[in-house]
């Protein structure tokens, strides 16, 4: 039932890729349902998917009325007798079990990944943009987080993101992990075991400067674009620039496009047992393309890569569309509430950042499909969702809502 009439796809068909017999067979492959009575996976699984997708702030309370609620329990066909407490929802997210909850999510990322691919057959490459986000909390309540001298502890999210769907995430909470020459390798790496003989290039932010990353990368043959600090110590090998070359890379002019080799810092003990850095040259060729702006201001900017097929041009504008992946966090953030800890356990938040990503691959698909944009197929996706839950009731009601049981 949906009162879109020119959108393309519905909800109803969106929630059909979730097919009961899959996560039937999950709960009986994993640890899901091990020592629970009521919130068995599939019920939790409902519960964030209803939560998230309705609440415009999640929290364990909006949880337990949701749930306690008779249009949630009729739309996924739950039993109407059953109940449950917050306490309930905060045990049981601190020990499902978070396998079951990936392995959804990965099943979904494939079938859309594959209905809708974002690279063409004449296509070279796939970008994947790969970015961190911080969530924070009084160190008090959340135990488990990477430290702040202002009192509070954060959790970082690192995701990457193909341009239309979120491929890969990690959670951190280890303190080393506030960097990110930590964080963005780690989760680069994950996602490149998952698809071996793909064809992406990681497009990061200048969050990630370590050379010996970028050896590591290219001895991997993970081709990378990221944007360089314009103090960058190197040698130039080779200028790349050409006579004929047009220097016109759109918003930018070309200015310097060599390969070179990158200085990095090697820790030493001196003499007195303190840990100084020594300028260490990495001899692993790397492609150093600097530009200016157009404006008054002529402002530069640097980048690094290990690509050297592509044009200037064309690493500059691969790098402009990193603003996909910005786009994309502000959704998650604003819209389903990702800056918000519903639970303070890792578990927990691993749980919810799961779902929160699943919802989010539904509505980015409703939103492709139907030619519109985020906050809008959020809103239709929530209305499509109660509409077929009112539906679902009339019918049962044969058409006396009198009829049926609160």
């Known amino acids: 039932m949906s009162v879109f009439k020119d959108h393309k796809i519905s909800v109803k068909e969106l929630l059909g890729i979730i097919p009961e017999a899959l996560l039937s067979k999950l709960s009986s492959t994993t640890n899901v349902d091990y020592y629970t009575k009521v919130l068995h996976g599939k019920k939790m699984f409902y519960l964030l998917l209803y939560g998230i997708v309705e609440n415009e702030k999640l929290s364990q309370r909006t949880l337990e009325d949701t749930f306690n609620d008779s249009l949630f329990k009729t739309l996924f066909n739950l ?34 990944h594959d209905a809708y691919p974002m690279t063409s057959n004449n296509e070279k490459h796939q970008l994947v943009h790969v970015d961190s986000s911080m969530v924070s909390e009084a160190a008090s309540k959340l135990l488990e987080g990477i430290d702040h001298k202002n009192g509070k502890k954060s959790v970082k999210y690192t995701i990457t993101f193909d341009g239309l769907l979120p491929c890969e995430f990690k959670v951190f909470t280890e303190p080393k ?35 010996r990353t970028m050896k590591d990368f290219s001895g991997n043959d993970i081709y990378f674009i990221a944007r360089a600090k314009e103090n960058r110590k190197y040698v130039e090998l080779e200028s790349l620039l050409d006579k004929n070359q047009n220097s016109d890379l759109g918003e930018l002019s070309l200015i310097k496009d060599s390969k070179v080799y990158l200085y990095t810092g090697k820790a030493i003990n001196n003499k007195r047992g303190n840990i100084h850095y020594k300028q260490e040259l990495v001899k692993t060729p790397l492609r150093l393309i600097v530009a200016k702006t157009k404006t008054e201001d002529h402002k530069e900017f640097c980048f690094i890569s290990n690509q050297f097929d592509l044009s200037a041009k064309e690493i500059t504008q691969a790098y402009r569309k990193r603003w996909d992946i910005e786009v994309f966090f502000r959704f998650i953030k604003q819209e389903l509430n990702v ?7 890792k578990n927990g938040i691993k749980v919810v950042l ?53």
């Open 79 to 112: 039993d109407k007798s059953e109940s449950i407490r917050r306490s309930s929802i905060s045990e049981r997210l601190s020990k499902i079990d978070s396998d079951y909850f990936a392995q959804i999510y990965q099943c979904i990322y494939s079938q859309f």
């Open 177 to 211: 992990y506030s960097s990110e020459d930590m964080a963005l390798p780690e989760v680069i790496m994950d996602h490149v075991k998952q698809h071996k003989n793909h064809k992406n290039i990681y497009v990061i932010d200048r969050g990630l400067q370590s050379t």
């Open 354 to 406: 799961y779902m929160t990503l699943i919802v989010t691959m539904l509505i980015a698909i409703y939103k492709k499909a139907n030619n519109i944009g985020y906050k809008t197929a959020k809103r239709r996706f929530k209305m499509e969702l109660r509409n077929l839950a009112i539906a679902m009731i009339v019918v049962i009601c044969d058409g006396n809502l009198d009829h049926f049981e609160t």
């Open 339 to 345: 800056s918000h800890l519903v639970s303070l356990n």
